[in-house]
């Protein structure tokens, strides 16, 4: 259980280099739960080098990341999914001939002891078929089960990923650019599709279309050169001139 007050994930000072560049530069983040926070900034800006640490796909140079009350930095990916972070990645990341039903059971079935269910009720997750099921009407993919992935679109591809995802029961959604390349019409979707998800799963969002960002965040945190810039409302972000000078700079 998570104590009133105290974040669903923390990061201090969080730091990961590659030779001599600092794709992270000590991060302290904080991200409450049932918040939903974008992560914002330039390519190149740090955004999912700090997701790869905190799912255990890197590990962390210097710094801590705490999940749920306890240290998670340096432990394996399957641990870390286990505790309850799931992510969708920036490319598609599906099995062409495996249907949505078979990648969400599959998920369903390999999710860890599991938190919260679609439903948003804290209980056991339900039988992964049932789960699958559910899974799909959060996902918007009801109507596609039968389908193979290679045969859907690709703004319904990158909804069966994001169901992958939620179908292991995840406390924690990492997205990493949910609607990269989708048109407007499968952007709004997603982002339907996003709000409508249930509250107890808290999302940690990167997103490069603003009005995405506007819509679902409560909270905006801009990194830059692999450091928070600042952080506050998208309102106030959006108000921030040196946001607007790091975009402009890397248009
Ligand atoms: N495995 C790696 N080895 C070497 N350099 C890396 C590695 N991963 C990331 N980098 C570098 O770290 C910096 C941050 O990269 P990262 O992918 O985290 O940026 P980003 O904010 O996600 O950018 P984008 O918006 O383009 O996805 C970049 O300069 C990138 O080239
Ligand atoms: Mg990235």
Redesign the pocket.
Known sequence: MTVAGTPLLATEGLTRH??A?M??NGVSLHVEPRERRALI??????????F?LITGS?APSAGRIVFDGHPIAGLPPHVVARRGISRSF?RTNLFPELTVLEHLRLAAASGGRGSYNILGTISRLPRPLVRAREVAEAVDLADRLGEQASHLSYGEQRQLEIGVALATGPKLLLL??PTAGMSPEETQRMTRMLEGLPREITLLI?E?DMDVVSSLADRVTV?HY?EVLTEGTFDEVKRDPRVYEVYLGSA
Request: glycine share 20%; no cysteine.
């Open positions: 590659f030779g560049l794709a992270l900034g330039p390519n190149g800006a740090g955004k999912t080098t700090l790869n890197l920036q990493d650019e990167i490069h990194l692999g």
